[in-house]
């Protein structure tokens, strides 16, 4: 069985740009969340989606959002990227309730 | 609110035991989770332990869970330089009701001397 498939694997933008990060979950699991990795910060949750409606959000600013479709894949959009953005994003899937299990990520540099 | 800490340095021999340690706050958290990450890779899931358990065995690895203090430990057997990595402890928090949202540890980097 295929893991989770996150695209791109790196990313260069440019401050105020915006960029859309891709994740594809383990077949069959319908439970996405999304995580932000940074040395200062650690791993900290974004949001969660299941059944294409967000079921969980974490503590982050409105510019960044996310949605599913209906065959659960995922993105995660950020606007106006600002320097403070630059972070390895991790994508994880599940069947409902059951542990997470994460992609690769992608690595995020705003310069 | 709620908090997993954990002590950011650990080195071993090989061939010793490992122990990596782990405090949470959230008492009524269901699952509590130990990952582990190598260097450019995502986290790779390797055990779980359920909150009405106090332990649990996986080949090398053990977890003991003491509920009252709130301390979770993974102990690696036979510890080999392949499982040099940053270990993550983490606990699922009572709200939300799912498993999606979980609260990390700063995570331990775990060196393993031949």
Sequence with gaps: KAGVTQTPRYLIKT???????????????????????TPGQGLQFLFEYFSET????????????????SNSRSEMNVSTLELGDSALYLCASSLDDSPLHFGNGTRLTVT | GEDVEQSLFLSVREGDSSVINCTYTDSSSTYLYWYKQEPGAGLQLLTYIFSNMDMKQ?????????????????????????????????????????????????????????
């Design chain 1, 15 to 37: 401050r105020g740009q915006q960029v859309t990060l891709s994740c594809s979950p383990i077949s069959g699991h319908r439970s996405v969340s999304w995580y932000q990795q």
């Design chain 1, 54 to 69: 967000q079921r969980n959000k974490g503590n982050f600013p409105g510019r960044f959002s996310g949605r599913q479709f």
């Design chain 2, 58 to 114: 996986d080949q090398r690895l053990t977890v003991l869970l003491n509920k009252k203090d709130k301390h979770l430990s993974l102990r690696i057997a036979d510890t080999q330089t392949g499982d040099s990595a940053i270990y993550f402890c983490a606990e699922s928090p009572s709200y939300g009701g799912s498993q999606g949202n979980l609260i990390f540890g700063k995570g331990t980097k775990l060196s393993v001397k031949p």
